[in-house]
Structure formats: C-alpha cells, structure tokens
C-alpha cells in the first residue's frame, strides 16, 4: 500500500524520479490512450493531463462478490502497464489486497476517507444484500452501512463487475438475499458501471485512468457505463458478423460451421443485445476472446445475464415453454371453445324455436 | 431497475406467454365457435362430391380468378407480394426458424439476411402503397373500418420493427429487440378478435363454399 | 497425463486461408488513403489496431501484406519496444511491449520517422545537464558506470 | 293476425346463423375484389353495392351474438345495434341491387359465398317487414292465385287448347303414372307459351311418357325471390303433392333459373325430407335424350349466335355442359361469350329483381354489361334458357336499342326436330 502521508506528487515527477524518459512517457501515453480506447490524435493532451496528475486515493470495498473481479484486475503475474496505474494511484482499502487486518484495515479505511474528504474514489465489487444485513458483513459493518458511509465522503464510485453494477448473480432470481446494485442505493454521487463477469481488465484501468488523467469520469451510456467501452454491441465489432449477414451459421460446436468460425447465433450467442468491448480488446493480452475460441457471447455486461433465457437458446426464443403453454392454452380453448360452442347453440336454438310461420298476411309491419 | 433488457427479458418473458395464451385460447374458441355452429344437414339429392370440391377450392382459390386480377391487379398483387413477403421474413429468417425449431423441433434452411431484408423492403413498401390504396380506393375506403386500419398496422409493426433491430437503428439494441417482439405480441394478441382470424378461417371458407358448389356439381 | 505443453496446436490451415474475415483489406485501404495524404500534405495518420475487430489471421494477414523495410528500431524503455518500416515506405510498425514482452500497444504510423522515435526535448535538456554535471567531474570521464543504467526502471 | 317486426326479424337472422357463415364473415378483410364481380357495382361504381357490404346487417348479428368476443362488445356497449332504420337503409340493397347470381362467390380470395349469405339475410327482411312491395305483391298471388303474375290454370288450359289447334299434337294433364311431370313458369304461359308446344313436339318425337298437372303447373317460387322459406317451403309443397299423387318418377324444371333452384336444390330442404322423385332441368333431360340418340334433329342455325348462361342453372345448378351439347347439335356459329359458364355475368333480373318494379331503372342501368359483352361477338341470335332471363334480355336490348333475337334453346330445338311421321 502507498504511504498517504508524505505529500502527493504528480505522475510526471514520479516517472521522472523513477528514471523513466520522455520516450518513455510518451510510451506510456500512447499504450493508455489506446487503453482508454480514445484516438492516437489525443496523446499530446493525455500527455499533459497526466504531466500534472495527482494520485488520487482510492478505497476498494468487496461486498457479495466472488473476487473474480479482482483476480481479472490483479492476474496472477507481474506489472503491466495497467499496474503502471495503479502504482500512481493510492489503493488504501482492499480487503483482499492489503496486507492490515481487522481493525487496523478499517482504520486505515477511515484515515483515507478523513483525509481525502471529499476526492477520493470508492471502487465497489459485489452486490449489496437488503433482505438481511446480516447476510454480508465486514468486520460487523453491514455492506449497507459500509456502502453509506464510504461513499458520503466520496467524489465517485466506480461499480466494478456486474454484481456491483446490475445486482449479477446474487441477483439472479429469486434473489434470495435480496441484493441490489450500488446504484439503487447511492443516488447523489456519480456512479460509473464497469459491468462484466468480470470486467475485462484493461476496461477497469481504463476508467481508473481516464479519472487520472481527466479527474473527471467518462461519459456514461444509459447503464452508466462509460461509452468507450460499452458503446459498440459485441456483434456489431465481431469479426464473425459477415457469417451472420451471409447466414452461415454452426449449429453444434462440432459441425462445420463452428469448425469454419462462422456466426454462434443460433447456439445462443448474446453477442447482438450485448454491449462490450471483447471483440476489440480482447482477453489475456488480446490472445483471444469468446467468440474468437468458438463459444457465444454469454451477454455478462448486461443486466440480469443470468435470467435472461439459456445460455445456447438464441436470442429470439422467448423465455416460456411455448410447446408446454400452446398446450395449456389449447386445451383451455377447447373448454371455452366447448362453451362459447353450446352457447351459441343455444342461441340459435332459441331462435328457432321463437320462429313464427311467415305468411303472405304479415308481410306488412306492425303500423 | 428499468434498462432496456429488463424491457427485453419483459417482453420475451411474461408478455410473450400472456400474448400467447390470448394467441392459442383466442384462436381455438373462434374456431370452435365456428365449427360448432354446424350446418343442416341437406336433403337435396347431390350432384356431386363435397369434400373434393372443398379441398381443391380451398387450394384453387389462391390464384386469382382471370376477371379480378383483370380489373383489380393492384390488389391481387399487393397481397400476393405482401402475403409472401411476410411469410418468408417470418419463416426463413435464422432467428425466427431457430424460434419456430424450440417449439416444432423441426428446422429448415435459412436465407441469407441480405436476401430477408430486400423482401422486408419490398413487404414494407407494398404494405404502404396497400395501405394507400385503401384509403384512396372508393370500394376499400367505403368498407373500411378503424379495425381495418388497426390489423393493418398490427400486420406492418412487426416488418418495420424487425427491420429497425435488424439494422440496429434505435440503440440499444435490446429495446428495439424488445420493441419487436412486442409488434409480434400485439399481432398475436389482436389475432382472435379481428379479421386476422382469416389466416386460420380461410381454408374453412374455402372449402365450404367449394363443398357447398360441389354438391350441386360446379367447381367454385 | 499429457502436460499442457505438450498438447499440440495445430493451424489447420495457411495464413492467407485463414484470413477470412476481410478486416485486414480495409485496414490496407486506409493506409492507402493515409500515405496519399501524406505525400500531399505531409499529414501523417496513425491506426490503433485495438480498435479493429480483427479475427484469426486477419492481424497476420495485414502484417504480412505490408512486410518488412529497411528501417527497424528496438526502443527500451518501460519495456522493449519494436518499431520498424514496412516494405511500403512512410508505413510504419509501432509494437510496444511491457518488461513482461506483452504487447501494450500496435499501432500503424503512415509517417516519415515515428515521433517517438525523435529525441524529446524534456530529455534533450537531460542530456546536456548530466554530461555537463560530468565533465564538471574530474574522474567522470574516465567512470565505468553508464549513467544510464540507473535511469532503468525494472518493476 | 300476426304482423312483421324487428323482433321477428333478428330472429329471423339468428336462425340463419350456421356454420359456413360464420366461417364466411371471420375471414373476410375487406380487400373489395368482390365488387368487381357484381355487376351492380361495376356498372354504377357505387361502393355501397359492394356485395359483403349487402351483408352489414346478418353480419352484426354474428359478431354480436354468435362469437364470444362480439357479446363482450354489445355487453359493454360498443355494439352498433341491428334496427328497423338499419334494415330499411340495407333493403334496396339487398333486393334491388342483388341477382343472388353468386358471381362474388366465385372470386373471393377467402372463399366467401357471398350469395348464400345474401339468400339467408333476406329471411330476416321479410319476418320484419322490408321487402320491396313488388315482391309482397308477387308472393301473396302465388300464395293465394297460385302464380306470381296471377295466371291460374285455365290459362295453361287456353294456350294448351291453342297448341293443340295448331299443331295436333296432345298435350297431357294430369296423366297418373306418367314418368315425367312438367312444371313450367308463369312467363312461359303467358309471353312464352312456345315452350309448352315445343315440349310436346320434343316428347312425342322421343317418346318420352309426361304429363302437366292441374294443380301444380307452377314451377316459379316467390318465396324464394323474396327470401322466406316459410312461403317457398309452401310454394313447394303444391308441387311435391302433384307430383305425388300423379306418382311420377320425374319432375322437370322449366327454362327459369330459380324455378330450378327452388325445387331442385331447396325445395327438400324446405319441406324437410327427401322427395320420392328425381328433379331434372329440361336441359338436362334434352341433352339425356340426344346422348341416347331419341332427339333427332335436322338442318343447323347458320346464324352467328351466343348462349347466355342463367345463374341459377349454369353457376348455381351445375347445368353447365347441357345448353352446350344442345346447342352444337343445331347452331353452326355458335360462340362463347367473354365470361360464361360458371363465370358468367346475370341478365341483371334475377333474385326477384324483376319482379321489384323499384328496381327497373337500376336493372336496366347494369344491364350495359350485358350489352358490352354482346358488343364484343356481334352476333345475330341469343340464346337462353330461362324465361325470366329471356324477358329481361329483351327488355335490356329494347332499353339500349338494340336488335337482337332472343330464342329459348328448347324451343330452338325443337325447331329442328325431325318430325317423325305426321
């Protein structure tokens, strides 16, 4: 953990005291703007924000979570320049990371939120249970509590993985904790949503950047998650997107057709209703994504992924058992048809039994 | 929460097996109400077969008698080219054939989506120009009423919001998925209690009006 | 049991069949368009490829295309760095890798010289104040160490 | 005594509700391709006389009281009620300006019949009181007279005794045990009687065993015209117990389109069982006889001439090849018309129309595609087989000035028989 006491110095005079050049710099700019998914054309002006940026403090609070989120970021080995960031941020608070315990971890956490009052950045992993606080508690703080008051004093919070952002799996029906997403319960502070199961990790460090370089939070899409990376469905980037137009399509993950690389709609892809960046950015250092290793987009980004119907049924199967319920329904018809049958029988059986004999005498009408 | 794929889980979920519970019990009571009413039994010595002549008018009528494509080709055409044109969006799209398999279990061919949007194109355009004609035509504008013009959008939504989420024109795409899938649900829906029934009446009119002619020896 | 390594890879067909996906020839179209304006305008242009949706191949394809020129530099600094010239003049490589040798960064420069390859003014300035500093030193000359060295950064 | 009322007439209406019709109504989408088969609408362009539009006021009945979702409707109050206003509004429609021709039945797309429905609806009109007063005037003579245009008997009796002056030749009445009993229509008796004559000449010649019946030589039905099968069911009845008691195998249907309707297709029905005798049209019987070889005839009609189908026997009787056998045996030039057979275009007469004097300017109006279709053969002759078409025919060519015969293709036979030995 960075030591918050001594004074803060900006990113520039970090990298300069740590040796590094200004080709070096420039280096470091160009890999985050292509992190941050902005133009090469930016770099002068990522340059110069991140000349000047000061390391923010930033608190990382794990609720209903299964530190997927944070293995994603973390991996297992050694630095990258998504780890360049977080050395020039101060993480002063991660319960998996840190090396405090106890009541040492959470006086640490308070110390960081008493002297950053006001600047520093909760990052949240894990859904928040309300049914009962006793579900999930840290060091017997309810994550409700906690989530309140960390965040009273914060300038953002960054809902990391779709736990954090949607509710995830602990939302999945029928939520028996009933969890809820940070955003449900934190209302007045800007809450960015980097959703994923988990976030793919470059997409955390982007967002972690771009409040660096910018000090400020990206522009969201509806979701709250930032437009760069969540602007472009997974289908509209997928390289596999022409076998859709052209209708060519596997059918089982042994046919030709997954064996050619063509479309996985038809075996469940959520790729067209999901909005992500895989398909550009890719995983594990862009060696591959799902699609690409020959499996559907599972649609993780996006709000209840897990209820949203099979993962292999394709995206226009309702949800239902329409054989079961055609079933259900025509039987139910039958029995009303039956009915609606007898009684229009009846109808026209009444009627012919009020028949009176029409003669030649009472063609007139009544005067 | 209310993001669009809550709007899409919605639809596929709850609204879709509302709608077709209106779909299927609607439909199978018309068709009892129908066929339950009967019809006397006639007395009078046939001059020919009826099941027959039902069964090959219910196939004859589907080409146009040569007098009224003569004096209405605009019909006749409209409705051929839109009749398939729906058919072949709604039966050889991969989406739909891969819906249409989770409940049949049986699958065919796909087209090409280049192919499917061409004939949504032209499904939509004649729809529209259909839709003119009715207003504009004496006979068409005389019969029709709000219902009329209700099966026509019932008929249209589907196509031009098919065709919106195929080309991902309103973001996200989940709600105009959605959006879809609703037009569909709103078809369905409004499948018992108009004159969309006729796709499910019309083989039984045909073939009592064929068995009807047939008895006194015409093919009708 | 077989160990993970020992698993073997197959590519189960030649680089230019598996570019199917047709994402490297609009790439190709862009350069083209970007080296006219250079000779027009001097306006260089430079290509992120994280932003394309390459499939299998398609990298490789693009990469093969433009080939290999006369010019290739290795850059050290955060990490080893490869930028090189393609066989088409003014279309460059720019390649950067951690200390980890994982790629940071691949980026098209249709330029004259990349610019991180000139000299920046901030270590310019460096450059003269540390070899002032030693000459100003009587011994400096004649020390074995590299004072570059210690401006390397590992971890 | 009873009298006709709104109530009675719904009633009416829902007894006619069955099955085809409900069919018939849950498919129509109101594409119009109907209109374009009546020639009430063709020749005037006035959409109310499309034929599905004939049909608003059984249609309301139902929707409303015959389908489930139509009773929730009414229930609630969103049901446009069927009233006598509605009904008066409707009859011209469905009196004046349908033939119950059935050519909007040939084309619907969905397989509509339309005029099935038509003939239906018409016994709700009656029950409440909006028939057209010529065709009251026309079902109480025949109720009570005995014919529609007020002929009894012994004006059958004053022609036969005419025919047998002139010609020698017998003509039976009342003959028990004869094989065949002859209806014939009061247009024949009284502007056609040539047709009787011809009978006789044709039967003696074929040797075929017929008779008329004093009490039953009426084949027209009103009540069918005007849609009450109350009265054509008692129409009908005369002739059954003719025929009964005279014990005939046989009764033939005279040259008029809904004599042959009446009695061959509707009459079991009306009465409510079988008969113990066969209906045959004349045509069907003439052409019985010349396959078999008994109808000699000599010399052949050079004239250029066409046949004009009648509805009720041709479309809605399936006598479709008869008239054209009959008629290669004696005409040389004889030519189809642009429309005919089953797809033929009505004389504009029928369905009791020419028995609604309201209606005669109407007729005569949509009688233009008659002519335009006779304009295009340039014939010499028309040939027909139904009297009430032959009257309107020539009623129509008078109308538009034109000269043309009209011949009955029975008498045109019997023109050719080839006397045996005077």
Known sequence: ?????????????????????????????????????????????????????????????????????????????APT????????????????????????????????????????????????????????????????????????????????????????????????TGAVSVSEIIKDKPVVNVSGCPPIPTVITGVLAHFLTFGGLPELDDLGRPKVFYGQSIHDRCYRRPFYDKGLFAETFDDEGARKGWCLYRMGCKGPMTYNA????????????PVESGHGCLGCSEPNFWDGGGFYNAISIPDGDIARNVGLGAVAGVAVGAAAGMLNRNAKADAVARHETVTVDDLEKTS | MSSPIDFLLWVKGPAFDIALAVFV????????????????????????????PGLRTIVTRTLPEAGSFKQSPFTVIGGYIWHIGFLICLLFFVPHIELLHSVLGIK????????????????????????????????????????????????????????????????????????????????????????????????????????????????? | MQKLQDID??????????????????????????????????????????????????????????????????????????????????????????????????????????????????????????????????????????????????? | MSKATLERGLNALREEIDAPVAAFFSSCVNCGLCAEACLFYTETGDPRYTPINKLEPLRRIWEQEFTLWGRIKKALGLAQPVTDELLQEWEPLV?????????????????????????????????????????????????????????????????????????????????????????????????????????????????????????????????????????????????????????????????????????????????????????????ELLDELRAAGRLKTQGMDEARLTFHDPCQIVRKGGVLEPPRNLLKQVAANFVEMSDHREMNWCCGGGGGVSANERADELRLKVFARKKSQLDELNVDKLVTACANCRLMLEDGLEEYRVELPVVGLTEMLAEHLVEDSE
């Open chain 1, 278 to 289: 895989c398909a550009t950015t890719k995983w594990n250092q862009g060696t591959s994504w």
């Open chain 4, 95 to 283: 009196y004046d300006a349908c033939s119950l021709c059935g050519r909007c039945s040939m084309v619907c797309p969905v397989g509509n019949d339309i005029a099935y429905m038509i003939r239906k609806e018409r016994e709700g009109f009656v029950a409440s009181g909006n028939a057209p007063e010529g065709m009251k005037g026309a079902s109480t003579r025949a109720i009570k007279v005995g014919s529609p245009m007020g002929v009894k008997f012994h004006a059958v009796q004053a022609q036969i005794r005419h025919i047998e002056a002139d010609t020698g030749l017998e003509v039976p009445v009342d003959v028990e045990g004869a094989d065949y009993l002859a209806l014939l229509s009061s247009m024949e008796i009284m502007n056609f009687p040539e047709y009787i004559e011809a009978l006789a000449r044709i039967f003696k010649q074929a040797g075929v065993s017929w008779t008329l019946c004093s009490e039953a030589f009426e084949a027209t039905n009103a009540g069918i015209q005007i849609g009450s099968s109350d009265i054509a069911a008692e129409l009908v009845e005369r002739v059954v117990k003719g025929a009964e008691k005279l014990k005939v195998k046989y009764v033939i249907s005279p040259e008029c389109g809904h004599a042959y309707t009446a009695i061959r297709w509707e009459g079991p029905n009306l009465i409510g069982r079988r008969y113990p005798f066969k209906v045959v049209h004349i045509l």
């Open chain 1, 81 to 176: 320049i998504e780890n360049l960031i977080f050395d020039h941020i101060s993480l002063d608070y991660h319960h998996t990371l840190q090396a405090a315990a106890g009541e040492g971890a959470e006086a640490a956490r308070e110390a960081a939120m008493h002297e950053n009052h006001g600047k520093y950045i909760v990052v949240v992993d894990g859904s928040i249970p309300l049914k009962d606080p006793g579900f999930s508690t840290i060091a017997g703080i309810s994550n409700l509590d906690m989530l309140k008051e960390t965040v009273a004093g914060a300038a953002a919070v960054i809902a990391v993985g779709s736990c954090a952002a949607f509710g995830g799996l602990p939302h999945a029906s029928p939520n028996p």
């Open chain 2, 108 to 220: 065919w061919p796909g087209l090409s989506n280049h192919i499917v949007d061409a004939v949504a194109v032209v499904t939509m355009a004649t729809l529209v120009a259909m839709l003119i004609d009715r207003i504009t035509h004496s006979v068409k504008r005389f019969l029709s009423g709000p219902e009329d013009y209700l099966v026509w959008l019932a008929a249209f939504l589907p196509i031009v919001t098919g065709y919106l989420a195929y080309h991902r024109v309103l973001v996200p795409y989940p709600l105009v998925l959605g959006i879809h899938i609703l037009s569909i649900e709103f078809l369905m829906i409004l499948f018992p209690f108009t004159k969309l029934m006729h796709t499910f009446t019309f083989p039984l009119a045909r073939w009592y009006n064929g068995a009807m002619a047939g008895r006194r020896g015409v093919q009708s």
């Open chain 1, 1 to 77: 953990m960075a030591d918050s006491k001594t004074e803060p110095k900006t990113l520039g005079e970090s990298l300069r005291q740590q040796g590094v050049s200004r080709r070096g710099f420039l280096k470091f700019c160009t890999a985050t703007a292509s992190m941050m998914a902005l133009p090469p054309a930016m770099v002068p002006a990522i340059a110069e924000a991140l000349e000047k940026a000061r390391r923010p403090s930033v608190i990382w609070l794990s609720f209903q979570e299964c530190t997927g989120c944070t293995e994603s970021l973390t991996r297992a080995h």
């Open chain 3, 9 to 155: 890879i197959r590519v189960e067909a030649p680089v230019d069949q598996l570019a199917q996906h047709g994402n490297a020839v609009p790439v190709l179209h862009e350069i083209l368009h970007a080296l006219r304006r250079l000779g027009e305008t001097e306006e260089s242009t430079t290509i992120d490829l994280r932003s394309i949706p390459f499939g299998p191949g398609d990298e490789e394809l693009l990469l093969d295309v433009l080939g290999r020129g006369e010019v290739a530099v290795k850059l050290e600094t955060l990490g080893a760095s490869e930028i090189y010239e393609t066989a088409y003049a003014g279309v460059w490589i720019v390649d950067h890798r951690n200390t980890e040798g994982e790629r940071i960064a691949l980026q098209i420069e249709i330029t004259r010289v990349p610019e991180i390859l000139l000299t920046q003014l901030a270590d310019l300035t460096d450059s003269i104040s540390r070899l002032e500093n030693r000459l100003r030193t009587p011994d400096g000359v004649a020390s074995q160490s590299n004072p570059m060295s210690g401006r390397r950064r590992d971890g």
């Open chain 2, 25 to 52: 019990i609607g439909i199978v009571v018309r068709l009892l109400e129908i066929v339950l009413l009967g019809r006397k039994q006639d007395l009078a010595e046939p001059k020919g077969e009826e099941f027959g």
